[in-house]
């Protein structure tokens, strides 16, 4: 990969989407992060990449400068709310989180992802009641009772593909219980946000994200005439800067919460039991101590990021790291080479479960946009930990059982089996 150094700019080639990047995935975060913590690509029309720990909390919490929102989606029903917004018209267009957009596949914009202050922070606060520890909390009963039903219709067999058959199916069907979905709807959801993360951008993704959408919006239309305690509800029972939730708006923000809360716990899971497979040491550690598991999980995600990072548009002209961004301009804020950033944390290139400063990793974000969802995610990954270690505790996963996404802007897996010994089911059900 070549590096040129300009004056005063300095330049990486770079492509997040790229076989070439896929392909050396952890040297090139672990040199991105050490030796180029903001600089300039040419690839997709040009954006800077920022890979430091400090500039990209910098720029995170800097929204009135990098904006996260997207300008021109035909359809968007937040196109007169974004207006109102805005003192003037803007003589660039606002890119949204992805470079390029179209790599998320269907032309719609993710919200509250895609929005700024004070319209990110009104929605963001209709769905944080149900996201609190003390909500989470409420699904601990939930979620185990799903890792026992999960682990049952599989354990006798000595296999279970950790994707579809285990991780993904428990997130999907905890996540659409929130927002109003009975259960066992959870298939077509779970096929959508995993089709996004394999082949992003496709056709196949776009069909799937489309016919998930129009679920939201029956859902909604069902919740406008008869309320219930889930967040399709609460969205139409609330207001954005004063105006009432539309049921185009509210189908969706429940769009965007769909996306954001399946598949990146499940990579983090899969990464874990990966990582666990090939450090048996590691393995017997947490099972015999298992109040190791949640930093263990902390450094999981901070390794092994689940979202290379989200993109912003520069609002105003700014110097960040040494380097003069122009408004207009695309930023990439690195999250996955921050957490590899050797000025935060000592010898980033290994995991260390018992890390004093894991959990101050990117993985769930930065600033205003932080992720929602984290309590959750947290609170699943430990019970599916807990319940692997408990009852299959000798799993293997070989190398050639592992097939990972090609485009690493996601990193998950198409699939990842583990075989383990047959055991003994333990549910009546």
């Known amino acids: 990969m070549s590096i040129e150094i300009k004056t005063p700019r300095v330049e ?131 979620v185990r009772r799903l890792v026992t039903e999960a682990l049952d219709s599989v354990i006798e067999t000595g296999s279970v593909e950790l994707i579809m058959e285990f991780a993904l199916q428990i997130t999907t069907k905890v996540t659409i219980g929130i927002i109003g979905f009975d259960k066992a709807d959870w298939l077509d959801f779970a096929l959508a946000v995993h089709e996004m993360g394999a082949r992003p951008g496709s056709q196949e993704a776009g069909r799937r994200v489309v016919e998930t959408r129009k679920k939201l919006a029956a859902l909604v239309a069902e919740r406008a005439k008869e309320p219930k305690n889930d967040v399709a509800s609460a969205l139409l029972a609330g207001s954005i800067q004063g105006t009432p939730v539309s049921e185009a708006e509210a189908a969706t923000i429940l769009n965007g919460l769909t996306f954001a809360a399946t598949d990146t716990t499940t990579s983090t899971l899969a990464h874990m039991m990966i990582y666990l497979s090939v450090n048996p040491t590691h393995r017997q550690r947490l099972i015999d101590d298992p109040t190791l598991i949640p930093n263990a999980i902390e450094e999981i995600l901070r390794y092994n990021s689940p979202f290379f990072g989200t993109s912003r548009t520069v ?65 699943e990954l430990r019970i599916m930990i807990e319940e692997i270690l408990k009852r299959i505790p000798d799993f293997h996963i070989a190398t050639d059982d592992i097939v990972p996404y090609a485009d690493k802007s996601f990193n998950g897996f198409e699939s990842v089996r583990t075989t383990f010994t047959p055991g003994k089911r333990v549910s009546t059900s």
């Open 12 to 142: 990486r080639h770079f492509d997040h989407h790229s076989r070439e990047f896929a392909s050396n995935y952890s040297n090139e975060l672990n040199e991105m992060a050490a030796d180029f913590p903001v600089a300039y690509t040419p690839a997709w029309n040009g954006f800077w990449m920022l890979a430091g720990f400090e500039e990209v909390n910098a720029a995170a919490d800097n929204w009135p400068v990098f904006s996260s929102a997207h300008d021109g989606i035909e359809g968007d029903p937040f196109v007169s709310r974004d207006l109102a917004n805005l003192p003037e018209p803007l003589p660039f267009q606002r890119r949204g989180v992805s470079i390029p957009f179209s790599k998320l596949g269907t032309g719609v914009r993710f919200v509250p992802s895609e929005c700024d202050p004070p319209m990110h922070t009104d929605i963001r606060r209709l769905e944080v009641p149900f996201f609190t520890p003390k909500a989470v909390r409420g699904h601990d009963e939930e």
């Open 315 to 379: 609002m105003n002209d700014i110097e960040l790291g040494g380097q003069k961004l122009k408004a207009g301009d695309a930023v990439m804020l690195g999250f996955a080479p921050g957490n590899r950033d050797p000025r935060k944390f000592e010898e980033p290139e290994t995991i260390k479960f018992d890390r004093a400063n894991a959990k101050d990793h990117l993985a769930f974000g930065a600033g205003p946009h932080r992720c929602l969802g984290a309590p959750l995610a947290r609170l």
